[in-house]
């Protein structure tokens, strides 16, 4: 294994060594070479802590928009599923399932149906997709139907 692949797998730990034996190369006293070791861990625990606290507000932002999902008061939107996306479901179900139990054979639904519904569909999961990992913008509240609270 090479020197970047011992040092993704040995951790930070091994980040210091390798790089302190880089710097025993050059002519520095013994107490250099300790306090050049003590600021690279320092530096690369501060990367670590930044790169936490972006974890941390991202999680928040996802938090926030999953309690005020739940903590809404009407349970149609609560469900989040448009009307048209029910109305396409119901319109699928009943022409595949319930019109070849009853005898009617199953009418073909136009390519004008599948392309429209489906657009819907996708543009809807994508903007609530969107607003789910904290994005929030007008363009994601005029395609979820959500109000924009900035």
């Known amino acids: ?10 951790g930070l730990g091994s980040v210091v060594e390798k790089v302190g034996d880089i710097a025993d190369k050059f002519h520095l006293s013994g107490e250099e070479k300790n306090e050049f070791k003590l600021q690279l861990e320092a530096l690369l625990q501060k990367r670590d ?9 991202e999680l928040g932002a996802k938090e926030r928009v999953l309690v005020a999902e739940l903590t809404q008061g009407d349970s149609y939107t609560k469900r989040a599923r448009p009307t048209v996306v029910y109305a396409g479901l119901v319109m699928i179900f009943f022409n595949y399932t319930i019109a070849p139990i009853i005898g009617v054979g199953a009418l073909e639904l136009p390519v004008a149906f599948w392309g429209s519904w489906g657009g819907i569909v996708a543009t809807w999961s994508i903007g609530r997709s969107a607003e789910k990992r904290g994005t929030r913008s007008k363009l994601t509240s005029a395609i979820t139907g959500s109000k924009l609270d900035l």
């Open 1 to 10: 294994m090479g020197l970047i692949g011992n040092i993704l797998s040995g």
């Open 49 to 57: 802590a930044e790169v936490e606290e972006t974890i941390r507000t």
